[in-house]
């Protein structure tokens, strides 16, 4: 797998963040794409360094904490000190975030640091 490979994943499915903040070069993926690139990651040996939790409602993306409220805030992350590239932190808060979407609305999108 080449970093090649991961960008044109990333161009192929993902929604430039620019639109949240002017200049920012990131990419969200919702949750399915999530998964498929973190398996992309996992198998590269790219590690994750952490992530951003986003929420789309009513046409409108958001960092999660902006839409649903302050104490989300914690969705975000940075790497710990699982051992494992990241993969396991990073799925553990997609999963959380995904939890929540069916209790407090909007969709979820991610936007990975590797």
């Not at 993902?14 to 969200?28: D, N």
């Not at 494992?84 to 909007?106: F, M, T, V, W």
Request: net charge negative; hydrophobic share 40%.
């Amino acid at each position: 797998m080449a970093m090649a490979d991961v960008d044109n994943f990333l161009q192929r499915k993902g929604v430039a963040l620019s639109e949240l903040i002017p200049g920012k070069r990131e990419m969200a993926l919702n949750v399915a794409d999530s998964r498929e690139f973190l398996k992309l990651l996992q198998v590269g040996g790219i590690e994750i360094i952490g992530g951003d939790i986003l929420v789309k409602d009513r046409n409108k993306m958001g960092y999660c904490h902006q839409v649903w409220g302050s104490k989300y805030h914690y969705l975000s992350w940075s790497n710990g000190s699982e051992g494992d590239g990241g993969y396991s932190l990073a799925q553990k808060h997609i999963e959380d975030a995904e939890k929540l979407s069916g209790l407090l609305g909007g969709e979820v999108w991610v936007s990975f640091v590797y």
